[in-house]
């Protein structure tokens, strides 16, 4: 393996990297690797392996443990399967730094991640974590951008990515992540409690892609959007009172959704049209039956009218 340690940048001092892991096999050296070419080095890698079974998982962790040449420490944290809560407040928890980087096993980080993201923190105490845009790859090729923001911002919808740089001593005055959220959403939930640590609390978002995320029609962030309703009902009633103080924030923030979406299949259909294409069988019974009182016949009637 390449020496790592020639040429060796600077070592921040104040920030720490977790990474779960769980039956990842080679994509968890990737995420390791990503954190030795930063351009400003994580004291050190905590890596949580969250009960993998695989053969070719555990060897690989094997030879992390055993490597010599990584520029920054390693050290590999073993538990039985416990969900990925679990595995980042054991991580965390571990974590010395007031800075702690999260970050998953099937994720990597461009080169000056840590080096930016951490300076936002470090320039503004009333920010609890910080993070940067998305560089999707896998089966979708795309830049996705968050906002950030305070937890009005967060009500309607997560506002920031699961890798991000937190601060330590809010991750334990809000609880940690909840162990409980095995279904998805427990990052969005993590989130919503560290804003509810102050008044001035707010979550900063880079507007660098500086996140390569993995995406495959399988992956647990996509199957976790089947039970959306359910995991958000659990969101409103466990932070009742952050969404009773911002209610008509949370409320437009959620019609505002809508509404972009509405338009967006309003112009798909009006583009089908003008190309004398069939409609679809959702765009056909939209058309037959458009819904009321939501923007529904409104968008109906434009499309008619061509």
């Given at each position: 393996m390449k020496d790592l340690n020639k040429n060796r940048p600077s070592v921040a001092k104040d920030v720490e990297a977790v990474i779960t892991s769980f039956n990842q096999g080679s994509m968890i050296l990737e995420a390791v690797r990503s954190l030795c070419e930063q351009t400003l080095l994580p004291a050190r890698i905590l890596l949580v392996d969250d009960g993998s079974t695989d053969e070719n998982s555990i060897r690989i962790l094997e030879q992390l443990e055993s490597d010599l040449h990584f520029p920054v420490s390693i050290e590999i944290l073993?538990?039985?399967?416990?969900?990925?809560?679990?595995?980042?407040?054991?991580?965390?928890?571990?974590?010395?730094?007031?800075?702690?980087?999260?970050?998953?096993?099937?994720?990597?980080?461009?080169?000056?991640?840590?080096?930016?993201?951490?300076?936002?923190?470090?320039?503004?105490?009333?920010?609890?974590?910080?993070?940067?845009?998305?560089?999707?790859?896998?089966?979708?090729?795309?830049?996705?951008?968050?906002?950030?923001?305070?937890?009005?911002?967060?009500?309607?919808?997560?506002?920031?990515?699961?890798?991000?740089?937190?601060?330590?001593?809010?991750?334990?005055?809000?609880?940690?992540?909840?162990?409980?959220?095995?279904?998805?959403?427990?990052?969005?939930?993590?989130?919503?409690?560290?804003?509810?640590?102050?008044?001035?609390?707010h979550i900063g978002i880079l507007e660098e892609a500086l996140i390569d995320y993995r995406t495959a029609p399988s992956s647990f962030n996509v199957r976790s959007m089947e039970k959306r309703l359910e995991l958000m009902e659990f969101l409103i009633n466990k932070h009742k009172t952050a969404y009773q103080n911002h209610m008509v924030r949370a409320i437009l923030g959620i019609e505002s959704i809508s509404m972009s979406r509405l338009r967006g299949w309003e112009e798909e259909i009006c583009h089908s049209l003008e190309k004398k294409q069939s409609l679809s069988k959702a765009s056909g019974d939209f058309m037959e039956h458009p819904t009321y009182g939501d923007g529904g016949m409104a968008a109906a009637v434009r499309i008619a009218s061509l």
């Open positions: 073993r538990q039985p399967n416990g969900g990925v809560s679990a595995a980042r407040n054991a991580g965390i928890c571990k974590a010395q730094a007031p800075l702690v980087l999260v970050l998953d096993g099937d994720d990597r980080l461009k080169p000056s991640y840590i080096e930016k993201v951490s300076g936002l923190l470090r320039k503004d105490s009333s920010m609890t974590a910080a993070s940067s845009w998305l560089h999707t790859f896998g089966v979708l090729d795309s830049v996705v951008r968050p906002l950030g923001g305070s937890i009005a911002a967060f009500l309607s919808r997560n506002c920031c990515p699961a890798t991000h740089i937190l601060r330590r001593k809010i991750w334990e005055q809000c609880g940690g992540y909840d162990e409980s959220m095995r279904s998805g959403f427990e990052d969005w939930d993590f989130f919503l409690g560290m804003l509810e640590t102050s008044t001035d609390a």
